[in-house]
């Protein structure tokens, strides 16, 4: 059983930049697809970022492309997400998610995090 673990959230203000970590325990960490999501009050969950097995291959939300980086360290069994030039609407739970089929994917993810805050004040 993988269990994820997400840290790093909290309030920020506008323009600012916060680093979300998310770290994995169980499972063959090096071989899973990984991905960010998050879910505004009111508004369904939806992928933000996400990232194939060997890294080689990642996916960013149009809202997000340009200002999000995903990045993974298989040595620590951790996922990132560098998140800068915040805007209110960012303001979101932020998830993590592992799957142990490798290839990217938008959905369907077998493990998930309990969640992050992340608002940003305007």
């Known amino acids: ?3 994820l673990v997400e840290s790093g959230g909290g309030l920020v203000q506008a ?7 998310c770290a994995a325990s169980g499972g063959t960490f090096s071989t899973y697809a990984l991905g960010w999501f998050r879910q505004a009050p009111g ?3 939806e992928c933000i970022a996400a990232i194939n097995w060997t890294g ?5 939300a149009d809202s997000v492309k340009g200002r999000f980086t995903i990045s993974r360290d298989n040595a620590k069994n951790t996922v990132h997400l560098q998140m800068n030039s915040l805007k209110p ?3 979101a739970v932020y998830y993590c998610a592992a799957d142990p089929r490798g290839g990217l994917r938008l959905s369907m993810y077998d493990y998930w995090g309990q969640g992050t805050q992340v608002t940003v004040s305007s």
């Open 1 to 3: 059983q993988v269990q």
């Open 15 to 21: 323009g600012g930049s916060l680093s979300l970590s």
């Open 43 to 45: 508004k369904e969950r």
């Open 56 to 60: 080689g291959s990642t996916y960013y």
């Open 89 to 91: 609407e960012d303001t």
